[in-house]
């Protein structure tokens, strides 16, 4: 018998090192030039490539247990749906991991070691153009090696988003449409924002909504918003986030800012919270775009979000929220 323990396809909140401890580990150590400043290519393989192109990336193998393990490196395949970014079982291949080699495919890795391995991925000449979606996968087994008994399989990988086509990279883009106040089953209000991926990329959104103009000059948050969504390119989802149930209904100024990569895009709209279940959708004032935040003000902004506790309530006079081979570039082991 062979039993998945633990698979994990690393996502945007956890994924700087891809870690699991005490076990097999799988990170990315290099990523384009051209998209250094792109938090994505980072902890992700996202390129865009011409057919007849050939790129290469280095990845770190880490074995934070006490034994020596056994590990098979390899690609898969990998799908977007329903806002879950989806590696596929076993070695189920695709388009893109047929264009994937993982040298070497095969290590024994020490306890506490870490090694490195070389993802190629060579695009055919006649390839289709479009996004393309797969993971590299670091897969260690243990249990009976006699057959019998219960065989126990976990594996870490790397996504792989790679478009395909002529000319430079299809932008990324996407729209905050509306904006629905909500209660859960247990009385918390929520936000639901329906964001729609308008442009040629997948995205990994992550962001926060703020309230003001509440009730006696009210402000609150930043709430985090739910964390680990993925958009296909054309696909509309909603993003949830919920709020301190001390909060009262309303009305409220809410908004929504939401970022994927170098892309941010907020939506505002007055809501109140019903008693109970869902109110009416409300459209957004207009979608912005903000420029990305400089290192300074994100590393203030991080701070902020550490003590939403203590800022879920002020007043609105004190409202104020400050605010082809390529060359590739080191990525550091934590982001």
Do not use: C
Request: hydrophobic share 40%; charged share 15%.
């Amino acid at each position: 018998m062979i039993l998945a323990a633990a698979v994990s396809v690393a996502a945007p909140s956890n994924a700087g090192a891809q870690e699991q401890p005490g076990g097999i580990g799988l990170r990315l150590v290099e990523a384009p030039v051209a998209a250094k400043d792109d938090p994505r290519a980072r902890i992700y393989i996202v390129d865009h490539l011409a057919p007849g192109a050939v790129i290469e990336r280095r990845v770190e193998v880490s074995n934070s247990t006490t034994t020596t393990h056994h590990v098979s490196l390899y690609a898969g395949a990998a799908t977007i749906h329903d806002g879950t970014f989806v590696g596929a079982a076993g070695r189920t291949s695709n388009e893109l991991s047929g264009w994937a080699r993982v040298t070497p495919g095969e290590i024994e890795i020490a306890a506490g070691e870490k090694l490195i391995a070389t993802i190629a991925i060579a695009v055919p000449h006649d390839a289709a153009p479009g996004e393309q979606y797969g993971v590299v996968w670091a897969e260690a087994r243990s249990g009976a090696a006699d057959g019998g008994g219960v065989v126990q399989v976990s594996r870490v990988g790397i996504r792989l988003y790679v478009s395909v086509g002529p000319g430079g990279p299809p932008a990324p883009d996407f729209t905050v449409e509306s904006l629905t106040a909500a209660r859960s089953s247990a009385g918390e209000p929520m936000v639901k924002a329906t964001v729609r991926n308008t442009g040629g990329r997948a995205l990994d959104l992550n962001g926060n909504l703020l309230l003001s103009d509440g009730p006696g000059g009210l402000s609150a948050g930043p709430f985090p918003a739910d964390l680990g969504r993925t958009l296909a390119v054309g696909d509309t989802q909603t993003i949830a986030i919920t709020l301190d149930n001390r909060l009262p209904a309303g009305p409220w100024h809410a908004r929504v800012s939401l970022e994927s990569g170098l892309t941010e895009r907020h939506g505002e709209a007055s809501i109140t919270f019903p008693p109970s279940g869902t109110a009416a959708a409300v459209a957004v004032q207009g979608p912005g775009s903000a420029p990305r935040w400089p290192v300074p003000a994100a590393l203030g902004f991080t701070l902020a979000l550490g003590l939403v506790g203590l800022r879920h309530f002020r007043r609105a006079r004190a409202r104020s929220f400050a605010r082809g081979r390529r060359p590739v570039a080191p990525v550091a082991s934590h982001v």
